[in-house]
């Protein structure tokens, strides 16, 4: 045998035994995607139907709305003026109130204004200064009044006299004299026209 018949018998045998085992194995792969080398893609088949997704209809929220309710302001109420009533009282009865009479009119006769002072000169509580009658004597019935004053220096400070006396001529008496003249016997006793003189009602 030449050398040459040996090789060809070599090289179908090592096709032969290529063609035996199938193609050699891939190296794995190092980065994503990671496939089988041994997995074949699945061929797609046009005449399957695949299903669709169906769509869902979710119902819509039924009922009112509620609005949270804002607080009413409060109202300014203002109060109503009430008339006042007018209400008429009717005063008590009074018993009206007595006139305050007229005072004595001048004497006409006695007693007279010497007699008066005579009359009372030199009794107690009268000034032993010169006097004069200031006004009077005033008369009715048989009582009489009269107003005397100091004379002189002193005159500006001393008060009026007054004096009271009863009766005429020889039956004059002295009632009172002095600054207060309005005592018991004058109040109950004089006529109305003295007493208002004397005490001033």
């Keep these: 045998m030449s050398p040459r018949t040996t090789v060809v018998p070599l090289a179908i045998a090592a096709a032969a035994l290529l063609s035996a085992c199938g193609e050699p194995p891939r190296p794995l792969p190092t980065s994503p995607p990671y496939e089988s080398p041994s997995a074949a893609p699945i061929p797609l088949n046009p005449s399957i139907a695949l299903p669709l997704p169906t769509a869902t209809t979710q119902p819509l929220p039924t009922g009112t709305l509620t609005y949270p309710t804002v607080p009413a302001y409060p109202t300014q109420v203002y109060p109503t003026p009430t008339p006042t009533p007018t209400v008429t009282t009717t005063a008590p009865e009074t018993t009206p109130a007595t006139p305050t009479p007229s005072h004595a009119a001048r004497c006409t006769a006695q007693p007279t204004r010497p007699q008066i002072l005579a009359l009372i000169t030199g009794k107690r509580g009268i000034p032993d200064k010169p006097l004069r009658v200031y006004e009077g004597p005033f008369c009715s019935g048989a009582w009489s009044f009269t107003t005397v004053e100091v004379t002189g220096a002193d005159a500006d400070d001393l008060e009026p006299l007054m004096v ?3 009766g005429a001529g020889t039956t004059l008496a002295l ?6 003249v309005c005592i018991e ?3 109950t006793a004089a006529p109305p026209g003295i007493r208002v003189l004397a005490c001033g009602f």
């Design 164 to 166: 009271v006396a009863t």
């Design 175 to 180: 009632v009172a004299a002095g600054s207060d």
């Design 185 to 187: 016997r004058v109040q």
